[in-house]
C-alpha cells in the first residue's frame, strides 16, 4: 500500500465535498483524508499503487490547487 501527501488549497467541508466524487472514482485509492487544520491543508491518499497523476487531476478539475509533498 503506498501513501501519498499533498499539499492542497482546500479551506472547508465544501471544499472537501466537491473533491469526493472524483477521489472516490479512483479505484486504487483505498482510504483518503483531508487535515484541514494543518497549514498545508494535507490531503493524505491511500492506494494500491501510484495514484498521484489521477489525484491531482481530480482535484485540479474541481479548482482546487494541489502539489505533492
Do not use: H, Q, R
Request: hydrophobic content about 35%.
Amino acid at each position: 500500500m503506498k501513501e501519498l501527501k499533498f499539499k492542497t488549497s482546500l479551506k472547508c467541508g465544501g471544499c472537501e465535498e466537491k473533491v469526493t466524487p472524483g477521489l472516490n472514482a479512483i479505484d486504487a485509492i483505498k482510504e483518503w483524508k483531508v487535515d484541514l487544520e494543518s497549514a498545508d491543508k494535507t490531503l493524505t491518499v491511500k492506494a494500491s499503487k501510484d495514484v498521484s497523476k489521477e489525484v491531482k487531476s481530480a482535484v485540479e478539475k474541481v479548482g482546487f490547487e494541489i502539489e505533492s509533498i
